[in-house]
């Protein structure tokens, strides 16, 4: 069934009303910062121009951006302060916050005195007007408030303020941005803005994680073989799954990240379950294409001349890997084999038995969450596998309550995120290696300065660390 034919007001894929996100940006923190993070809040106020945000600054400390309306707290009337925006009548307020000396009993029941009073009574009240307003999220870049959210006592205690980082802020944006399927990257004046499809979003990023085709090229061409000859060969197929297959594990932690955002019922639930079964596919999937790619181009003695005995996983591939010539790449596939194990102890079950289980857990006083159940051989293998890479099983999401009856589960988006980050990293240094044993070294791809900001303010949105590969990087 084709919809061409359709008017321009398509049923089948309506047009989203879009919602920004709102957003309380702390002027006297982020004012402060420097460097690498403060491009990164330029940023941010950057897309404050745009439909994605709708930002407001706090009434204390120096805006970096001038668009961007500023607040006033105004003075004390029975106990209590209006908040509202300094470009409108000073009759209008947008806001306020009730109860003003709670701040100053809860001061003195601390013993705040000077700068730490000061400190309190203007986060305690800038997170009381960002709450009650209907702002979505305040944002900071003051370390000890930050710090304090994410502990489970005093005033600022985890799940009590929806208080982020700048960078949690655009991952967040991001995936608002993503939801709608446009991805604002750059806006240079307000009203003006530069957008990409979230699918070229991950196109771009897997160039940028993975190593650049031209050095693929040079380690699987044949002796002689010039560029058009390598075209629609199975080896240029299997480079060419390599990247395809690194963007649809993007795609899949954003989709994960998406529904986790959302209210949890069972619906969202089955959408986690399935993104994850797909990353998981795609995984295994990129590692089988490598060692596919790599017994193509060296032809790796196996016992049987089966399909089955092609896989990075296994002592006698990697040995005959070693015989002709791929040390470093045997190597490395050594190195991260308890990562591949555990992953085949995902895919096996998943393509062949009883799939990808899931359960919606309630918890008292925050509704109800959403979990991946693993077997004990799969928490095996995780826990062995996070052991050698020497990272918490908190991080990844793992809920291990040992007791009879109960079984290990992940919460998804950290599970995936991690999973996910992990993966791309281990191909790019298995394609690092290879192309070493071949004598192929290393160069970058001529970015654009453009396109070098580009991908840099795509891996912000995406929430990506600085510790993954990066072609776009001096």
């Given at each position: 069934?084709?919809?061409?034919?359709?008017?321009?007001?398509?049923?089948?894929?309506?047009?989203?009303?879009?919602?920004?996100?709102?957003?309380?940006?702390?002027?006297r923190?982020?004012?402060?910062?420097?460097g690498?993070?403060?491009?990164?809040?330029h940023?941010?106020?950057?897309?404050?121009?745009?439909?994605?945000?709708?930002?407001?600054?706090?009434?204390?400390?120096?805006?970096?951006?001038?668009?961007?309306?500023?607040?006033?707290?105004?003075?004390?009337?029975?106990?209590?302060?209006?908040?509202?925006?300094?470009?409108?009548?000073?009759?209008?307020?947008?806001?306020?916050v009730?109860?003003?000396?709670?701040?100053?009993?809860?001061?003195?029941?601390?013993?705040?005195?000077?700068?730490?009073?000061?400190?309190?009574?203007?986060?305690?009240?800038?997170?009381?007007?960002?709450?009650?307003?209907?702002?979505?999220?305040?944002?900071?870049?003051d370390?000890?408030?930050?710090?304090?959210?994410?502990?489970?006592?005093?005033?600022?205690?985890?799940?009590?303020?929806?208080?982020?980082?700048?960078?949690?802020?655009?991952?967040?944006?991001?995936?608002?941005m993503?939801?709608?399927?446009?991805?604002?990257?750059?806006?240079?004046?307000?009203?003006?803005?530069?957008?990409?499809?979230?699918?070229?979003?991950?196109?771009?990023?897997?160039?940028?994680?993975v190593?650049?085709?031209?050095?693929?090229?040079?380690?699987?061409?044949?002796?002689?073989?010039?560029?058009?000859?390598?075209?629609?060969?199975?080896?240029?197929?299997?480079?060419?799954?390599?990247?395809?297959?690194?963007?649809?594990?993007l795609?899949?932690?954003?989709?994960?990240?998406?529904?986790?955002?959302?209210?949890?019922?069972?619906?969202?639930?089955?959408?986690?379950?399935?993104?994850?079964?797909?990353?998981?596919?795609n995984?295994?999937?990129?590692?089988?294409?490598?060692a596919?790619?790599?017994?193509?181009?060296?032809?790796?003695?196996?016992?049987?001349?089966?399909?089955?005995?092609?896989?990075?996983?296994?002592?006698p591939?990697?040995?005959?890997?070693?015989?002709?010539?791929?040390?470093?790449?045997?190597?490395?596939?050594?190195?991260?084999?308890?990562?591949?194990?555990?992953?085949?102890?995902?895919?096996?079950?998943?393509?062949?038995?009883?799939?990808?289980?899931?359960?919606?857990?309630?918890?008292?006083?925050?509704?109800?969450?959403?979990?991946i159940?693993?077997?004990?051989?799969?928490?095996?293998?995780?826990k062995?596998?996070?052991?050698?890479?020497?990272?918490?099983?908190?991080?990844?999401g793992?809920?291990?309550?040992?007791?009879?009856?109960?079984?290990?589960?992940?919460?998804?988006?950290?599970?995936?995120?991690?999973?996910a980050?992990?993966?791309?990293?281990?191909?790019?240094?298995?394609?690092?290696?290879?192309?070493?044993?071949?004598?192929?070294?290393?160069?970058?791809v001529?970015?654009?300065?453009?396109?070098k900001?580009?991908?840099?303010?795509?891996?912000?949105?995406?929430?990506?660390?600085?510790?993954?590969?990066?072609?776009?990087q001096?």
């Open positions: 069934m084709r919809a061409d034919h359709l008017d321009q007001k398509n049923p089948f894929d309506p047009n989203v009303e879009r919602v920004p996100l709102t957003l309380v940006l702390d002027a923190s982020i004012g402060a910062l420097e690498k993070l403060r491009k990164r809040a940023f941010l106020c950057e897309l404050c121009w745009t439909k994605a945000i709708d930002g407001l600054w706090s009434w204390e400390g120096a805006p970096i951006d001038d668009h961007i309306p500023r607040t006033e707290l105004r003075p004390v009337e029975y106990n209590s302060r209006t908040v509202g925006r300094l470009d409108e009548p000073p009759g209008c307020f947008i806001g306020g009730r109860a003003w000396d709670q701040f100053d009993r809860w001061a003195d029941q601390q013993g705040y005195e000077g700068r730490e009073r000061d400190w309190f009574i203007y986060y305690g009240s800038l997170a009381h007007f960002s709450d009650r307003s209907g702002r979505h999220y305040l944002v900071t870049a370390q000890r408030l930050l710090k304090e959210t994410e502990g489970d006592k005093g005033w600022f205690r985890r799940g009590q303020h929806r208080i982020i980082s700048v960078g949690h802020a655009l991952f967040l944006v991001g995936l608002a993503k939801a709608h399927r446009e991805v604002f990257y750059e806006s240079p004046q307000p009203g003006h803005t530069v957008y990409t499809f979230s699918h070229s979003m991950y196109e771009w990023l897997a160039m940028d994680f190593q650049p085709r031209r050095r693929l090229f040079d380690l699987v061409k044949a002796p002689d073989e010039e560029l058009q000859d390598y075209f629609h060969t199975e080896r240029e197929a299997l480079v060419e799954s390599i990247f395809d297959r690194v963007s649809h594990i795609r899949s932690r954003d989709r994960i990240a998406l529904s986790n955002a959302r209210n949890q019922d069972d619906g969202t639930l089955n959408d986690m379950r399935y993104d994850l079964s797909a990353m998981i596919g995984i295994a999937g990129v590692f089988d294409s490598l596919v790619l790599a017994h193509t181009v060296l032809v790796v003695p196996l016992k049987s001349n089966s399909d089955s005995e092609i896989t990075l996983r296994r002592y591939f990697r040995r005959g890997l070693k015989e002709v010539g791929a040390e470093r790449l045997a190597t490395v596939a050594g190195q991260i084999k308890p990562l591949l194990d555990f992953i085949w102890g995902l895919r096996n079950p998943l393509f062949h038995r009883h799939g990808l289980p899931g359960q919606l857990v309630h918890v008292l006083g925050s509704g109800k969450k959403s979990q159940t693993l077997s004990t051989e799969q928490a095996d293998l995780f062995k596998m996070l052991r050698h890479r020497k990272e918490s099983t908190t991080a990844w793992l809920d291990d309550p040992e007791a009879k009856g109960i079984d290990p589960s992940v919460a998804p988006f950290p599970f995936g995120h991690h999973l980050i992990a993966s791309i990293s281990a191909v790019d240094e298995l394609l690092d290696a290879f192309a070493k044993d071949r004598g192929v070294e290393g160069s970058g001529l970015w654009s300065a453009e396109q900001q580009m991908l840099t303010r795509f891996r912000w949105l995406s929430g990506l660390p600085d510790e993954l590969p990066a072609r776009s001096p």
